[in-house]
Nanobody, 126 residues
Framework: QVQLVESGGGLVQAGGSLRLSCAAS????????LGWFRQAPGKEREFVAA???????????YYADFVKGRFTISRDNTKNTVYLQMNNLNPEDTAVYYC????????????????WGQGTQVTVSS
């Protein structure tokens, strides 16, 4: 099992940027797929981005269509941390953002992840 703690959320104006961090503890971090999901009020939790460290290079990243070109996921195995750089934010990006982990390959469904953080609030004002 991997413990995940998110940070970096906050209030930003439309067009602004935020970087979320997810610190992981536990063994075999490098064998995990790490994903970011988000949940807006009254909506279901949805996939945002995910990354898998393949044990060498390259590192594979996957994105939801609505964040392509705006968000970038990355990970630093030396720090046991995964990041989500969010640029050109808009009010529709307002949500609680969750970090999630799983063994094996990346999947985009919520049910495919075993370990979850507590979430961090991102609010984008117009």
């Amino acid at each position: 099992q991997v413990q995940l703690v998110e940070s970096g959320g906050g209030l930003v104006q439309a067009g602004g940027s935020l970087r979320l961090s997810c610190a992981a503890s536990g063994r075999a971090f490098s064998m995990y797929a790490l994903g970011w999901f988000r949940q807006a009020p009254g909506k279901e939790r949805e996939f945002v981005a995910a990354i898998k460290w393949s044990g060498g290079s390259p590192t594979y990243a996957y994105y939801a269509d609505f964040v392509k070109g705006r968000f970038t996921i990355s990970r630093d195995n030396t720090k046991n941390t995964v990041y989500l750089q969010m640029n050109n934010l808009n009010p529709e990006d307002t949500a609680v953002y969750y970090c999630a982990g799983k063994r094996g390959e990346v999947v985009t469904r919520v049910s495919g992840y075993d370990d979850w953080g507590q979430g961090t609030q991102v609010t984008v004002s117009s």
